[in-house]
Each structure stands twice: as C-alpha cells, then as structure tokens.
C-alpha cells in the first residue's frame, strides 16, 4: 500500500515564524501536492511538484514556498508564519492513474 | 475556469438505507475524471470511487455507485445499504489530464444514524 507521511499532525506556531511542514511518500510517485482545507471552502492548492526540483503555484501560493530535492519528499515553507495560515495542512501524491492519495494532515495554528 | 459545486453541506441517513450525495462541475473540457473522496473523521481521505468522462458506464464499487450525467454536468454518489462506517465529510473532484491539477468541492458531511 502507498503510504504517504506528514511530519507532524499537529502544530503551534507564533506569527512571524518560518514553518516547515515534511511530506514523505514511499511508491516512487511523480507528482505532489500540498492542500489546505478550511471548513467551507473544500481543499485548495497551494502547490505542486511534478519532478524532483519542478515546482508549479496552485490557486493560493502566496505566503507559501515549497521545496523538492528528492522524490519522496515535498515540503512545505512558510516563510513567516500569520494567523490566516491556521488551517489543516494535506500533502498527496500521485499515481499514473490519477488517484490521489493523501497523508493524516497536519493541524496547524499560529498564535 | 473548472469549478466543482457541492450543494448539501451536511447530509443524514438512516443506517441501512440508501443516500446520494450530489456533485455538479462546469468545464469546457471533453475529457476529464471525476472523483468522490471520503474524509473519515480524524483519519486519511481516501478515494472512494471515479469515474473517467468518455465513459458511458456509470462506475460501482461494491455499496458506492454515481450517477453521471455528462450533459448535465452532474456526478452524484448513492451509499446504499448505508453503515456506520460510511460517516465522514465527502469531497466531489474534477481532473484534468495535463493540469496536474485537482478541484475539489466544499464537502458534504455525512452522518449515518443507527
């Protein structure tokens, strides 16, 4: 079975702080992809990854910066943390037949 | 732009009985995929069924089946013989081949009642 990580499920962080959320995938998937999912408004994308060091915005990028240097591992950056970027954090990767699957999440909350 | 709407928020059914949950997506796009995802609560969303658009054959995995309507732009979900393990939040998704991208609804949560 695919399994795919995330480094923390749950997280609390001061505004202003850089924030480093991991996501390890372990089927040798092209494609990841960081979501948040706030209640209302479904799961959004932040950014995806289609390649070791290729990287593509989603819908909402900005605050955000991502990093992929090996192929099971896709992180997630926030560069300086704000009270708007509390939310439910989802990596997933991808296999050729266009499912998804996806990490426990990571809650996270900026005071 | 593609969007995927989910009209019920929150949804009840009785356990045992049968309930569908509905999707409807606008694109322009001619092929597609469309998914339904479960979210149960706490734990890893999972892929519960999809469906590719140039197929005519409504998918069915075992008590999930939709209902596509290609024309209508609509992809519903029916949970028959409804258990307590069904209840979760259910995300509808569009993809397109080549975007790499998913769009996903709002959610609609389901509880189930014993």
């Known amino acids: 079975d695919v399994k795919v990580t995330q480094s923390s499920r749950y997280l609390v962080k001061r505004t202003g702080e850089k924030v480093f959320l991991e996501c390890v995938q372990d089927m040798d998937h092209e494609n990841m992809f960081w979501y948040r999912q706030d209640p209302g408004l479904g799961l959004r994308l932040i950014y995806f990854?289609?390649?070791?060091?290729?990287?593509e915005k989603g819908d909402i990028p900005e605050g955000y910066s991502v990093s992929r240097e090996k192929k099971e591992r896709f992180s997630l950056i926030l560069e300086s943390a704000s009270t708007n970027q509390t939310s439910m954090y989802l990596c997933?990767?991808?296999?050729?037949?266009?499912?998804?699957?996806f990490g426990p999440g990571t809650r996270l909350t900026v005071l | 732009a593609q969007t995927v709407t989910q009209s019920q928020p929150e949804m009840s059914v009785q356990e045992a009985e049968t309930v569908t949950l509905s999707c409807t997506y606008d694109t322009s796009e001619s092929d597609y995929y469309l998914f339904w995802y479960k979210q149960p609560p706490s734990r890893q969303m999972i892929l519960v069924i999809r469906?590719?658009?140039?197929?005519?054959q409504n998918a069915t995995e075992n008590r999930f089946s939709v209902n596509f309507q290609k024309a209508a732009k609509s992809f519903s979900l029916k949970i028959s013989d409804s258990q307590l393990g069904d209840a979760a939040m259910y995300f509808c998704a569009y993809y397109t081949s080549g975007t790499y991208k998913y769009i996903f609804g709002t959610g609609t949560r389901l509880k189930v009642l014993a």
């Open positions: 990854s289609y390649d070791v060091k290729m990287k």
């Open positions: 469906q590719e658009a140039y197929k005519q």
């Open positions: 997933a990767s991808e296999r050729s037949l266009n499912e998804q699957f």
